[in-house]
DNA sequence: AATTATAATAAACATTGTGTTGGAAAACAA
DNA sequence: TTGTTTTCCAACACAATGTTTATTATAATT
């Protein structure tokens, strides 16, 4: 991988730009964001914007594959390298990273953000979690496909209002909660 | 209602309009839309369309508000106006509506879509569905938000992949499955 | 510290979509 | 038919886009 260690001015200018713009996505959705206001926000001549990225989703594109990047790295560096199931302390720590990272992951799991994250989460779950779904043969694909985006999403919305409330519960705790509402359904709280 | 019955010209004007985001909804995002190429797939001129119209966002919220009014008029229509649940039958009535008019709901839905949309079906959801939840005094305000947010996500998730695959299943076994999947999660049914 | 390489800037440019306007032509309702 | 309303057409100023050039500033290298 590139690790020719980018020219420190490099560096500083994509920080601000990154900044700026998970600052202006709190507000507008990205298509709302234009590249003038960015680099304004940012201080940034919008040449040199021009010079890293082709627009603001390609902006966005590229924070969101290094999140997914990170994710993937705690998926991979955890226990669950041998077991195709996330578990509760992989989820954990995964709501923890997203909690140290809370403005970033607001966004990109937020409604303003682009549907491609979304989907690659959703992408990476199915390689994990529910692959054991998959693999029962008593399920067909289309039942499967169902049973997946139903988890995922809504495990998702769970994340994103979690964190929109500030993350009142703690990780390990909120991994306890989903995997139950996965695999119990909403009955098994209030009844 | 507005029931004064539009000029001719203005609904064979507003048809072809929408009937264009629509089509062009299934390739880009609306913010990929522009006014101009709404125009000139509708055959429409420019100066028309802002007659009716503010821009394309403007365009897809009135879209968005006549379908809620339709949900709305199917909800308060049925036997359910009583009780404050959504029952099977009335979760039938409403897929039915919707397949008959896939093409649009596939584009609402979608990520393509707008997130508005999608939150608007959460608060009707959430004054009927799971207005028990709330009612519960066991249940914590944090607790619930987490479980509706779930809840409604998951079904539009499913709803939405129903509508792509061609609304393979019928109406009555889909509400079946949603209302298992949301009460009893996903393990009700591989194991 | 001096030299070389490269990144950021400023200014200008053509291009494109936006939103508005006024008048002519067409379609409607009566 | 007559009067009304809508659409069309052409033109307009305006703003954001994406590109290019020369210049300045900063970093990496020796």
């Known amino acids: 991988m590139e690790y020719k260690k980018e020219d420190r001015r490099v560096r500083i200018t994509k920080l601000a730009i990154r900044d700026s713009l998970v600052e202006l996505m709190r507000l507008h959705p990205i298509s709302k964001v234009s590249v003038k206001m960015l680099c304004e926000t940012a201080d940034v001549n919008r040449s040199t914007f021009y010079a890293h990225y082709a627009d603001q989703y390609d902006l966005l594109r590229q ?13 991979t560096n955890k226990d669950l ?39 690659e989460v959703v992408f990476l779950a199915q390689q994990r979690t529910i692959e054991k779904i998959r693999a029962d043969e008593h399920i067909d694909l289309r039942m499967a496909a169902y049973l997946e985006g139903f988890a995922v999403s809504g495990c998702i919305s769970v994340i994103g209002g979690w964190l929109d409330e ?26």
């Open 63 to 75: 924070i969101q594959a290094e999140a997914v990047a990170d994710i993937k790295h705690h998926l």
């Open 166 to 191: 500030g993350c009142p519960d703690e990780p390990a705790a909120l991994a306890e909660l989903i995997t139950k509402l996965l695999f119990q359904g909403v009955s098994w709280y209030y009844r």
């Open 81 to 119: 390298s041998q077991r195709a199931e996330i578990t509760v302390p992989a989820l954990t720590e995964i709501l923890q990273y997203a909690r140290d990272n809370r403005d970033l992951f607001r966004v990109l799991l937020s409604d303003n953000g682009d549907a491609s994250f979304r989907q």
